[in-house]
């Protein structure tokens, strides 16, 4: 069964810290590139970061450069997302996702197939 798995999410206080694991399970993750994404109560869906296969090149949205880095283990068939220096809009939950490129622009519609989401709660 193919499952993509998120998880690091959690309640943290502003200026705090979270990793996120995306998980692959029943196929190579290496042959993808991987997205992650965030969708926020009454906002719409956001591309947050992309990675190529070979992790050789890596996009972000404008409101998470310089706070966050997205990485893969390919032996460990994980991408990860480290978020520092976070903020209440950070607040959604966040769901990585699986493209054959990382395309300009960062659009859901490029993306193929979803995880399932892990809440990150940024909050005082």
């Known amino acids: 069964q193919l499952q993509l798995v998120e998880s690091g999410g959690g309640l943290v206080q502003p200026g705090g810290s979270l990793r996120l694991s995306c998980a692959a399970s029943?196929?190579?993750?290496?042959?993808?590139?991987i997205g992650w994404f965030r969708k926020a109560p009454g906002k719409e869906r956001e591309g947050v970061s992309c990675i190529t296969r070979s992790g050789g090149s890596t996009n972000y949205a404008d409101s998470v450069k310089g706070r966050f880095t997205i990485s893969r283990d390919n032996a460990k068939n994980t991408v990860y997302l480290q978020m520092n220096s976070l903020k209440p809009e950070d607040t959604a939950v966040y769901y990585c996702a699986l493209a054959s490129t990382c395309y300009s622009g960062m659009l859901a519609r490029d993306y193929d197939y979803w995880g399932q989401g892990t809440q990150v709660t940024v909050s005082s």
């Open positions: 029943g196929f190579t993750l290496a042959y993808y590139a």
